[in-house]
């Protein structure tokens, strides 16, 4: 018998060239992409923040802009109002009230007096510039004023007096 060496000789195959031949050449293994790489190719709705708990409310108001926070209350600026003398004459010793949208229609808030006697009650109110539909409540009935000519309709099917402060 041969050697092995002469074995191979005869067959043809020559052991250092099969070697080769069959040697894989290794490729490099492709590497994981980087976490941050990913975070910054992905859109930002798939990236998941991990899980907090509730926000320190401290912690967020210190960290709030300065917008955000609220700077204290300015001072209005002062509103115009004029006195305005509300009158009308009457029986004397009634109850005489006015009424309007200036204080919510409450017919016991504003009551007119008769100084002298002589059945002519009257009231100063201070109101804002604008228009008011207003109302007199003489003992327990609903009048317009009697001296003021300009009214409008209201949903009681009534009239309101209507006056202007300018």
């Known amino acids: 018998m041969q050697s092995s060496k002469s074995s191979h000789k005869a067959s043809g195959i020559n052991h250092t060239a099969a070697t080769k031949t069959a040697a894989v050449k290794k490729v490099p293994a492709a590497k994981?992409?980087?976490?941050?790489?990913?975070?910054?190719?992905?859109?930002?709705?798939?990236?998941?923040?991990?899980?907090t708990?509730?926000?320190?409310?401290?912690?967020?108001?210190?960290?709030?802009?300065?917008?955000?926070?609220?700077?204290?209350?300015?001072?209005?600026?002062?509103?115009?109002?004029?006195?305005?003398?509300?009158?009308?004459?009457?029986?004397?010793?009634?109850?005489?009230?006015?009424?309007?949208d200036f204080n919510d229609w409450n017919h016991l808030e504003k009551e007119l007096s008769d100084h002298d006697g002589n059945g002519f009650?009257?009231?100063?109110?201070?109101?804002?510039?604008?228009?008011y539909e207003y109302k007199f409540h003489i003992n327990d009935a609903w009048c317009v004023d009697p001296e003021n000519p300009?009214?409008?309709p209201?949903?009681?099917?009534?009239?309101?007096?209507?006056?202007?402060?300018?």
């Open 32 to 51: 994981k992409p980087a976490v941050k790489a990913v975070k910054a190719a992905a859109p930002a709705a798939v990236i998941k923040a991990p899980a």
């Open 53 to 100: 708990k509730k926000p320190d409310v401290k912690a967020v108001k210190a960290a709030a802009p300065a917008a955000v926070i609220k700077a204290p209350a300015a001072k209005k600026p002062a509103v115009k109002r004029k006195h305005v003398i509300f009158k009308v004459r009457t029986k004397p010793g009634s109850k005489v009230y006015l009424a309007g």
């Open 121 to 131: 009650y009257q009231v100063a109110v201070a109101l804002e510039y604008g228009t």
């Open 150 to 152: 300009n009214f409008r």
């Open 154 to 166: 209201n949903a009681m099917g009534t009239l309101n007096s209507v006056i202007i402060v300018e």
